[in-house]
């Protein structure tokens, strides 16, 4: 049974996402995709500055058995990338939710209410 904090937001796609205080987004992959991908070997993070779609593939993450786009959760723009994550790709399988990916700066129309709450998002891993 995969951890699915009751405080964050979700996509189907297996991103976790955390409004902060500022109005960002903070973006990860959950426990049931690190554990669907085994042994992660390398990260691919987005550029800040970088404009994104909602959807739009905007990272790679890469394991033993097979690599992944990991997409952005809503429109906006990337503000930060995790290059501690990168330099050592195994912590997030140590630590999904305490090992962020990038922020996000959400467009002024984003779509927040679309993502999906931890029981909405169990229901989709069931």
């Known amino acids: 049974m995969s951890n699915i904090p009751a405080d964050l937001k979700y996509t ?6 955390r409004l902060e205080a500022d109005g960002t987004l903070t973006v990860g992959v959950t426990d049931h995709a690190q554990e669907a991908l085994g042994d992660v070997v390398f990260l691919e993070l987005p550029e800040a500055g970088r404009s994104v779609a909602a959807g739009e593939a905007c990272a790679v993450i890469e394991s033993v058995k097979a690599a992944s786009d990991i997409y952005a959760p809503v429109a906006g723009e990337i503000i930060e990338s995790n290059q501690a994550a990168a330099d050592a790709p195994e912590c997030i ?5 305490g090992n962020w990916l990038f922020k996000l700066r959400p467009a002024a129309d984003a779509a927040l209410d679309g993502l999906l709450d931890a029981a909405g998002y169990a229901d989709e891993i069931a």
């Open 12 to 17: 189907a796609s297996h991103e976790w996402i």
């Open 93 to 97: 399988n140590a630590d999904p939710y």
